[in-house]
């Protein structure tokens, strides 16, 4: 069974995604402490990555080791920055579904930011 990994990154704080979403999740596949992983981009969290050029470049670093990112379509459509993700290679769809079945999943571990 694969061990799967999906972080809800939903925090505006610069730091918690610095030292804490995008530094693990640039070594976690690297290191093998996961099979798969996904970080998803929801509320204030859109906001910030649509404008901070530096965490762009750690998502960036992040994509090069494997790791997925996507974002709320409804959130990223509010702040008016879908196009700026997309463009950063996260894609916009909607979360909800994707998130319910993580969540139910005996092989998917979520954790929340």
Known sequence: MKKKLLIIWSSSEK???????LLYGSVILPRNYWDEATIMVWGPSIELLAK?????????????????FNTCVVCSDEYGVTKELEELG??????????????QSDDTKVLTL
Do not use: C, P, R, Y
């Open 15 to 21: 730091d918690v995604a610095k030292k804490f979403v």
């Open 52 to 68: 901070d050029k530096e965490l762009q470049t750690m998502v960036k670093t992040a994509m090069d080791t494997g790791v997925k």
């Open 90 to 103: 996260v894609e916009a769809i909607h979360t909800g579904e994707m998130l319910t079945e993580a969540l």
